[in-house]
T-cell receptor, first 111, second 115 residues
Framework: GQSLEQPSEVTAVEGAIVQINCTYQ??????LSWYQQHDGGAPTFLSY????GLEETGRFSSFLSRSDSYGYLLLQELQMKDSASYFC????????????FGTGTQLKVEL | SQTIHQWPATLVQPVGSPLSLECTVE??????LYWYRQAAGRGLQLLFY??????ISSEVPQNLSASRPQDRQFILSSKKLLLSDSGFYLC??????????????FGSGTQLSVL
């Protein structure tokens, strides 16, 4: 089976940098994705790592290390609007088109 | 451009009543379609997914069923709702998934309260 663990809550101040970790236990997967969800809203895609290393998209970066079964989302120059829940997700090999999501991290950005 | 429509936005239903949630996608053909459920403050649980008309895969034994009567239409149903069916239901679509493209596009969700 697949298990993706994230911290339940992270708090940071506006303008800071925050890292949200995702550790996983899965027999194999194609890549690691990250989604953002504001309260009451739908998740939206942020980033995808098919290979190990760092992917950068504006203020957001995502990292994957398959040897360490670990990934993270890095948010720079935090803004109040970044307050949301963040989910990592994987598509397991042999699992068809299913995307399995992590437990989610609620990020609170304070002044 | 592609859009996904999901309705209703909110729904309050008594225990034992039937349920029908509908989701349609525009601007693409042969999408993969998904139904997820999210309990308050929790992660997303995959309920059903479909790679084509009439092809439904169920992930979790439950009181719900799904159907795909048309290429871009996905319906979530129940004959008799339970209290435990309450939650935020999200429909999503994706293109044919490849190793470099796994992006899901979500609908706006339906908040279901079973009382």
């Amino acid at each position: 089976g697949q298990s993706l663990e994230q911290p339940s809550e992270v708090t940071a101040v506006e303008g800071a940098i925050v890292q949200i970790n995702c550790t996983y236990q899965t027999s194999g997967f194609y890549g690691l994705s990250w989604y953002q969800q504001h309260d009451g809203g739908a998740p939206t895609f942020l980033s995808y790592n098919a290979l190990d290393g760092l992917e950068e998209t504006g203020r957001f970066s995502s990292f994957l290390s398959r040897s360490d079964s670990y990934g993270y989302l890095l948010l720079q120059e935090l803004q109040m609007k970044d307050s949301a829940s963040y989910f990592c997700a994987v598509r397991p090999t042999g699992g068809g088109n299913k995307l399995t999501f992590g437990t989610g991290t609620q990020l609170k950005v304070e002044l | 451009s592609q859009t996904i429509h999901q309705w209703p936005a909110t729904l309050v239903q008594p225990v034992g009543s039937p349920l029908s949630l509908e989701c349609t996608v525009e601007g693409t053909s042969n999408p993969n379609l998904y139904w997820y459920r999210q309990a308050a403050g929790r992660g997303l649980q995959l309920l059903f997914y479909s790679v084509g008309i009439g092809q439904i895969s169920s992930e979790v034994p439950q009181n719900l069923s799904a159907s795909r009567p048309q290429d871009r239409q996905f319906i979530l149903s129940s004959k008799k709702l339970l209290l435990s069916d309450s939650g935020f239901y999200l429909c999503a679509w994706s293109r044919t998934v490849t190793a470099t493209n796994e992006k899901l596009f979500f609908g706006s969700g339906t908040q279901l309260s079973v009382l």
